[in-house]
Structures are given as structure tokens and as C-alpha cells.
């Protein structure tokens, strides 16, 4: 309570920085917040102030679909002054068919969902995988139950999705699938532990078979047959478990990793959720849960823990939680240089956008499509240019935009795979490139804006900022942007593209702030 009156006086004397912060809270503090602005208390480091709607509503829809917002509900937006605004919209992105595709997307990274080489799952399961995936996602299937089919089920990788987690490593060895299954399902890497832990969890996966048929690229993942005698194996707690002859050695694993009580499952999965919408796990990195990598805050990661299995593990409880929280919702500038402050989620940390997230932005603004390609042509790999990237189920499936800035390769399950760092080619790249430049001036919306607002400089301008950036720009902002109209004769469609291009390649553009 201490640390929720602090955070009310220091709201209180701040002074916001407009257009992306306001001076007080639109929504109540919850158990999240008490628990963040307490570690933040005990170190004396001042919260963030809250971000304005317009940030808010750019923020949710990127953070949730991986989409930017229509203008047109930018402004409806803005105009609601319900109480509830922003958990109504939140609520309202996680039913759209964009948040089933931005969040399968992040899945199949960890399950590594690609045709080609080194997991070769070839196309046929891909597609299969992927639609299974989406559909829990839209199913709200809970979390145990989603993990539980992953680690048990048996039959064709083109008939019964699910076995691709299988089919989908790199090794078919029990301790190469025992790792890939500790570090999808637990967050920690398995080289790490001592020898006879490894063996003692591969052996829940050492009688796992693969048998091919006639069916081009089909293949059966099953419970080796030939195998009749019991096993004796231990749990990665130290519990000793005996197997009878028979009985599916990754049904008693999977019983045990999905038990309420598991120190091990519902941990993992919140704060891997928690690094996907705030780019910082509590434990960090959230894919390297070990004893000498503490957790930032404990009680908000026991906190998490409780409410995800008090929910029936229903991942969607989760999401709303953070992104109803004012941790979430607070500005990304920060208002202490303590090098804790960051760690302890005292701001909204900036980060690029995702590259599928960016190429479908630019192409949503220029009203066209991305070429992709495959490194190995098989049937059913062509995609057409006017697909979402972020609903593309194959990581093979690539382009050179995707590859320059940073999708991950799918390889390994590993969240590092993805770069978001910025770089030389990519600042050249979208100021230099003829095709961003051809995609800007052949943009259909540009051409809507300008004929909607009858050629009028400012309203052009005002519709350009709330396009791309999500508000209305600053007086100054206004001002220069007509000064550049104006000068030398320019007409207002060059000065239009060249805003564009100005805005598209602003941080404010291409990064989550």
C-alpha cells in the first residue's frame, strides 16, 4: 500500500511529456502493480508516469496482434471516454484473427516449425502443425492440456499435428528430445544440469519410435512397440517412479510437468509470457531457468504462477493481468537512471519491432505485398504476396527483408534466435531502398489520404501522423511539416511522400515504445 501512495504523489508532481504520456491513471492499481512498485521502493527508483491513450492504443495492438491500428479506430478510441476503454479493447484484439496469428507465430519459433533443413518437417506438417497451433490459440485451449498433447500423442505428422514437437528436433536420441523438451516446457537448458539428471529425464523419452510410409514425407511417431519390459526412471524432482510394462513412459512425464504443483511448468510459460509483452523476462533470459539466475522480483513471478493455475491455465488470464497492470501501461521514459530500473520494470522498455511485424506495417501502408521465397522449392511452398507474414506457418519460408532484420531461424527453440537489434543495413535499407521508396509513392492509402482530405496540407499531414504513428502531430511538428510543403513549390503529393518516408523511418515508427 506504502508503495501504491508513492506512486500517486510522484504521478501527482510530474510533469508529462505530450503527446505520450499523461499526468494521472486512467485504470486502479492491482496485485501486479504492488508488487513491482514495492522492489522498486526498496531500491528508492521512481515509476515511469502512465502512457497516453495514443500511445496505449498503438502499443496493444502491436504488443497483442502484431498489427498497427486503423486509423479509424485510433480515433474511436480516443473519442471513448468509458472507464473500461482500454480493458474493453484489450478483450476485443485477443477475439480478432490477428492476435491467433502474431501469438502462433511466437509458438511455432519455440517449437520450431519449419519445413527444411536441419528440422525438415516438409511442408505437409508444417501446414498441419501450424493450423493446430493457431486453433488452440483461438480455442483458448489451456496450457497443460495444449503442452500434455505435445508430449503424448501418437499417429501421422500430417494427421495428428501435434507429434511434429517430435518430428521437429534436431536429433532423435532421448537426450537430445529431453532437452528440446526441458527447454520448451520448463525454460531451462539441459547441458546445464548434472550428467545423471540429463539421463534420468531421457529416460521418459527412450522408447519413442519413428516408422515412414508410403505417403511422400509422412512419418509415425509411436511408443516403440518391440519394448515390453518395465521401466524405473526418475523425475527431474529427485521423485522415483516405476513404469509398468506398456505404459507410455511420456504420459508419466507429462502427468508430473502439468500437476499444479510443478515448480517447474506454470513458472516457465509466465515469464516467457511476460518477456514476450515486456521484452524482459523476470527470470532473464526466460529460456535459461536455472539456481544462479535468480528471478528480478520473486513475489510477482509466484504471484503469476498462482493466478495461471488458479485459472485452469488459461493463458489468456495471464495476458489480461500484465496488460491491464500500470507496469504494462506506463511510459517508456523512464524517470531514473538507476542501471536497475530496466531490470525491475519500472518503464516500458523500447524495442524494435519484429521484422514480420515491420514488413507487414510497410506493406499495410503501401497497400501491396511481400515476396517470399524457399531455400529448397517443394510442392505447396509458394505463398501469395498478399499474405500476413505474421500468419506464415513455415520458418523456411523467408524473404530478404525478413532475413536482414533479424527473424529467427528456427533451429534451436531458443528466443535469442531473434535479433531486434538495429543495424547498418537496415538504416540503409529503409532510407536508401528503392523499394521502400516505390512502395510509399505507389501507396494506395497515400493516395486515399490526399483525395479524402482534398489535398488540404494540414489535414494531409494530420492524416499521415495518425496512419503511421497512431496520433495527431504537435504544433511543431505541424508547423514544420507545412513549412516543407510550402518551400521552393513543392507539391503536396512529393511533400506527402517524402513525410511518409520521414515518419516510416522514425524511431517512433519502428520501434515498440
Given at each position: ?50 502512457c497516453s491513450d495514443e500511445v496505449f492504443v498503438r502499443r496493444v495492438h502491436l504488443d497483442l496482434t502484431g498489427t498497427l491500428p486503423e486509423p479509424a479506430a485510433v480515433s ?20 480478432t484473427a490477428a492476435f491467433a496469428d502474431y501469438w502462433a507465430l511466437k509458438w511455432c519459433d519455440v517449437l520450431r516449425v519449419k519445413s527444411e533443413f536441419p528440422i525438415n ?393
Open positions: 500500500m506504502v508503495a501504491l501512495l508513492i506512486l500517486c504523489a510522484l504521478s501527482a508532481e510530474a510533469q508529462p511529456i505530450a503527446p505520450y504520456e499523461r499526468a494521472d491513471w486512467p485504470i486502479a492499481a492491482g496485485p501486479i502493480d504492488a508488487h513491482v512498485l514495492a522492489a522498486l521502493d526498496a531500491r528508492g527508483i521512481e515509476p515511469a508516469l502512465p474511436g478510441f480516443l473519442a471513448d471516454d468509458a472507464p473500461d476503454r482500454r480493458a474493453r479493447l484489450i478483450d476485443d484484439l485477443m477475439m518437417l516438409w511442408p505437409n506438417a508444417v501446414q498441419a502443425y501450424h493450423r493446430w497451433v493457431r486453433d488452440a490459440i483461438i480455442e483458448n485451449r489451456s496450457y497443460d492440456q495444449f503442452v500434455r498433447e505435445l508430449l503424448t500423442s501418437s499417429g501421422s505428422n500430417f494427421r495428428v499435428p501435434p507429434v511434429n514437437f517430435y518430428r521437429a528436433i534436431q536429433g532423435r536420441d532421448p537426450a537430445t528430445i529431453a532437452g528440446a523438451v526441458a527447454l520448451s516446457f520448463m525454460g531451462t537448458r539441459l547441458d546445464a544440469w548434472p550428467e545423471q539428471q540429463r539421463e534420468q529425464m531421457a529416460a521418459f523419452f527412450s522408447r519413442i519410435a519413428f516408422k515412414g510410409t508410403a505417403e511422400w514425407k509422412e512419418e509415425i511417431v509411436l511408443l516403440e512397440p518391440a519394448v515390453t519390459e518395465p521401466l524405473d526412471a526418475v523425475l527431474p524432482d529427485g521423485t522415483a517412479v516405476h513404469i509398468a510394462a506398456g505404459e507410455d513412459p511420456r504420459v508419466v512425464f507429462a502427468d508430473w510437468l502439468v500437476a499444479p504443483g510443478n515448480e517447474w511448468f506454470a513458472r516457465s510459460v509466465v515469464n516467457r509470457i511476460w518477456y514476450w509483452l515486456t521484452g524482459r523476462g523476470i527470470i532473464h533470459e526466460p529460456d535459461d531457468i536455472r539456481p544462479d539466475n535468480p528471478p528480478a522480483n520473486p513475489e510477482l513471478l509466484a504471484y503469476l504462477e498462482r493466478e495461471l493455475i488458479d485459472s485452469g491455465f488459461d493463458l489468456r488470464h495471464i495476458y489480461r493481468l500484465i496488460l491491464n497492470s500500470r507496469t504494462w501501461q506506463q511510459s517508456s521514459i523512464a524517470r531514473s537512471d538507476d542501471p536497475q530500473a530496466g531490470t525491475l520494470f519500472a518503464y516500458y522498455p523500447v524495442r524494435r519491432l519484429d521484422a514480420e511485424v515491420l514488413i507487414d506495417a510497410l506493406c499495410w501502408f503501401a497497400g501491396d505485398g511481400e515476396s517470399y521465397s524457399s531455400p529448397v522449392p517443394e510442392p505447396f511452398t509458394w505463398v501469395p504476396e498478399y499474405h500476413p507474414t505474421i500468419a506464415l506457418a513455415d520458418g523456411s519460408i523467408s524473404s530478404q527483408f525478413l532475413e536482414m532484420f533479424g527473424r529467427p531461424s528456427r533451429d534451436t527453440g531458443l528466443l535469442s534466435e531473434r535479433n531486434s537489434e538495429p543495424t547498418q543495413s537496415q538504416r540503409l535499407y529503409l532510407l536508401n531502398s528503392s523499394d521502400v521508396q516505390r512502395r510509399i509513392a505507389q501507396s494506395p492509402r497515400l493516395a486515399e489520404i490526399l483525395s479524402s482530405t482534398g489535398w488540404n496540407g494540414r489535414m494531409t499531414v494530420g492524416e499521415l501522423y495518425l496512419t503511421l504513428l497512431s496520433r495527431e502531430p504537435t504544433e511543431d511538428e505541424m508547423a514544420a511539416a507545412l513549412e516543407y510543403c510550402a518551400a521552393d513549390g513543392r507539391k503536396l503529393y512529393d511533400a506527402a511522400v517524402d513525410l511518409s518516408w520521414a515518419l516510416i523511418n522514425s524511431k517512433e515508427f519502428l520501434y515498440r515504445h
